[in-house]
């Protein structure tokens, strides 16, 4: 019976998203976002005082929104979850601050939960219970992880991260090279839909390295290396041919290494989220090597895939259902969170 299922409310602050999620179990009854997007866009990223102040303007009426789209009131929520890390810390101290407060008022208690075992979480309110273990590929604007999942509500193990340029990171700085404006992702995977993902051949970094890490300063680079030439020789930059090599470049490597640790795990399913997970071209290519690899795929919807406080709900309910210990009242904001710290 859904109705004698925990109510969870989730807080997200950790970047450029005020996000409040309410989920009841695993049905998700409410995902309320008001982001900052556009006050960055001038600076070309993410400026963490302009989100700071962003989510403390937002926190309330996005709290408000969510329960009036669950249909349910303050006092009828059982437990609170709030991202507590990674993340910008000013932005992850708006977010921790007010889910104290709420369930400090209400006595009900609080879980401070990791951003990325959230952003795992989430697949789970569209398409159920994930599978144990599961390979997540998390990939956004602020990070780029292969996690393996044995069981996301406390045993969360990092095989590779980027060594320098988170994936999405890559996108927004393209996208400025390319004059494409902020963010990058969604008009690099537009324009690069009436490109030639053949047409330049840029570097894939760290490809056959033997680790699950990736680096994309250098396919950065050298984009703006090729494009700077183009220019300096008075040549049009053909820009649809420069988004889908680049693209290419990305989507050819995160899906190389993604399948590599389920190959050598053992593991016969893989997650993909953040921001970057909205890509087409990840997706089309994700599900090509993975059906010829016999791993199941699974993404959620891209609202689920971009920062939401529905995730970090889904992981308070996980947590409340697995029979966790809430966080303790000094609960702080880790900027540095290790994945391995799936409550704190
Ligand atoms: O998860 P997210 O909303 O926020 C964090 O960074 O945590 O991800 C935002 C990132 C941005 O870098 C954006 O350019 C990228 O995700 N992104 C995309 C696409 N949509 C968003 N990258 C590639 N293709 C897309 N369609
Ligand atoms: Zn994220």
Redesign the pocket.
């Known amino acids: 019976m859904i109705s004698d299922e925990p109510l969870v409310l989730g807080i997200e602050t950790s970047?450029d998203?005020t996000g409040v999620g309410i989920v009841r179990g695993h049905t998700l009854l409410a995902d309320a976002i008001a982001s900052s997007v556009d006050e960055h866009a001038r600076f070309g990223g993410v400026v963490p005082e302009v989100a700071s102040r962003a989510h403390l303007e937002a926190m309330a009426p996005t709290i408000e929104r969510a329960l009036a789209d669950a249909g349910v009131a303050f006092t009828d929520v059982d437990a609170f979850a709030v991202t507590a890390g990674p993340g910008l810390p000013g932005a992850l101290m708006v977010g921790v601050a007010a889910a104290k407060a709420y369930a400090l008022s209400l006595g009900k208690p609080l879980y401070g939960v990791n951003h990325l075992a959230a952003h795992v979480c989430a697949d789970q309110l569209e398409h159920g219970p994930l599978p144990k273990p599961c390979v997540a590929l998390l990939v956004?604007?602020?990070?780029s992880s292969l996690l393996l999942v044995p069981d996301v509500t406390g045993d969360v193990r990092s095989l590779g991260a980027t060594v320098d340029d988170a994936a999405?990171?890559a996108?927004?700085k393209v996208a400025r090279v390319l004059d494409l404006g902020f963010?990058?992702?969604?008009v690099?995977?537009r324009m690069a839909r009436d490109g030639d993902p053949a047409a330049i051949a840029f570097p894939r970094g760290k490809y056959n390295d033997g680790t699950y890490d990736f680096s994309f300063s250098g396919l950065k680079t050298a984009v703006a290396r090729w494009v700077e030439a183009k220019e300096r020789a008075g040549e049009p930059v053909p820009v649809a041919d420069v988004a889908a090599s680049f693209q290419e470049a990305v989507v050819d490597v995160l899906t190389q290494k993604a399948l590599k640790v389920c190959k050598d795990n053992g593991v016969h399913d893989l997650l993909i989220g953040?921001?970057?997970a909205?890509?087409?071209r990840l997706r089309a290519l994700a599900a090509e090597r993975c059906e010829r690899a016999g791993v199941r795929l699974r993404v959620p919807r891209p609202k689920l895939c971009?920062?939401n406080g529905a995730m970090v709900a889904a992981l308070g309910s996980e947590l409340l259902a697995a029979g966790a210990s809430p966080s303790a009242l000094e609960l702080p904001a880790d900027s540095s969170l290790p994945i391995e710290s799936v409550l704190l």
Do not use: R
Request: one cysteine or more; hydrophobic letters at 15%; glycine letters at 30%.
């Open positions: 970047c998203e956004s604007g602020g990070h999405g990171e996108f927004d963010p990058g992702g969604p690099i995977d953040g921001g970057v909205a890509n087409s971009t920062d």
